[in-house]
């Protein structure tokens, strides 16, 4: 890197680091781009800068943009609709296969905004497959969660969730309809969970998801005992 | 970063949208479109051309996720810096002819709380420990410039309005602003 950075001009560094402040500015940034595209020591010089500064956006709290910005996204790319490449490999078909669509349904929810369906059954006696996610009180989305209800399986991926303090834990349930007691489906750590959902539970029966906030390693009486944080409906 | 220790698989869903993982891109959008509007918006500082621009910003990062490898930094130092710029040419061009006014430039303090300035902020939140020391070590105008710059776009021009000095005076800050902080952080030479 010594060497290559040494090929750089006092004015192209001083350009280079401009360039990434946004200063430099008309003719100088455009032709300071152009020559970007095939001068690799000038982009490592600018890489290093715009390292060297990302920490300046620490300070910017996330804005949740409007849904019809992905779709118009979505739109623009074409997207293979959640269709992954061919894999290789058993084990990472059903990973991307899994998350695809897991994600391809979040994005869903977050661009109508209500309740979608990620596969409509083909026959109305078919359990659904469906994806929801549970938000905070500014919209962010924290977990999203796929119920499988034909095979009772289902899965969670942490978004942008935050661990909670050491002596307590997020216990996820499955609350159902006609006041009958809500049915954990256990504790949400780490990035992903899988399980199967009770045996009890059916599609029809199921009113929301919720989280609440347990002591360490679960609610000690099968029944939610702190504060419940997270509440998403089902979409059915 | 914090970025990629907090949303470690980044690396992955972007490798995935350089094999046309839709899904990946869905994934990708969901863990840090939030944090990219919000950058986008501080430097645009209008809803609508802040759409535009994270629309554009993810278009491009989509189309360009192949070329993506390490040499171009952190996945979220990538993503962000493509957004700063699609940003900072579509402030330019908005601006183009428009002469800022001493108003306009102060309209910026107030999406903050009381007390704490976005200066402030942006020295007193850096992730980066070093990066928060080495701006405590610049005179306070040349850290003004270089935060106002780099978070909310500003010009030199503007730069000049906002602290009653001379465009060449605060050509000068910049560049000992930048020169100093480079020494302070070091990288990118070793």
Sequence with gaps: ????????????????????????????????????????????????????????TDSIEPVVPPPHVWRAIEKAVALPAGR??????????????????????????????????????????????????????????LWMVVCDWRTHQFTVNRVAAAAPDAEKSHELWLVRKDDAAPLSLGLLQGDELHGALPDNANWRGTKALAVSLEPAGGSPTGLPTGPVLYVAPTPI | MNETQSTPSLDHLLARCALADGGAFAELYAAT???????????????????????????????????????????????????????????????????????????????HAPGAGPVELAV???DNARLTACLDELDPPRRTCLVLAYCDGYT???????????????????????????????????
């Design chain 1, 84 to 141: 992954p490449e061919a894999p290789k490999t058993g084990w990472w078909q059903s990973l991307v296969v899994w998350r695809s669509l897991a994600a391809a349904a979040l994005l869903a929810l977050l661009a109508i905004g209500i309740p979608t369906l990620l596969q409509p059954p083909p026959a109305p006696e078919l359990p659904p497959v469906y994806s929801l996610v549970l938000r905070d009180s500014a919209q962010q989305p």
């Design chain 2, 124 to 126: 007193q939140q850096a």
């Design chain 2, 156 to 190: 030199h021009d503007e730069l000049s309005v906002k602290l009653g000095s001379p465009v060449g005076t605060i050509k000068s800050w910049i560049r000992r602003g930048l020169l100093a902080l480079k020494a302070c952080l070091g990288g990118g030479d070793d």
């Design chain 2, 33 to 111: 479109s939030a944090k990219l509007f919000a950058v986008v918006l501080r430097i645009l500082k209008n809803r609508e051309l802040a759409e535009d621009a994270l629309q554009d910003v993810y278009i491009r990062i989509w189309q360009s996720a192949a070329d993506y490898h390490a040499g171009r930094g952190a996945v979220m130092t990538w993503m962000t810096s493509i957004a700063r710029y699609r940003a900072i040419d579509m402030l330019r061009r908005a601006n183009a002819g428009i002469k800022v006014s001493a108003g306009d430039a102060d309209a910026v303090d107030t999406q």
């Design chain 1, 1 to 56: 890197m010594v060497v290559m950075t040494e090929a750089l001009t006092p004015l192209q560094r001083e350009q280079a680091a401009e360039y990434v402040l946004g200063t430099l500015q008309g003719a100088q940034r455009v032709a300071f781009e152009r020559a970007l595209a095939d001068n690799d020591d000038l982009y490592a010089e600018v890489v290093a800068w715009e390292t060297r500064l990302i920490g300046l």
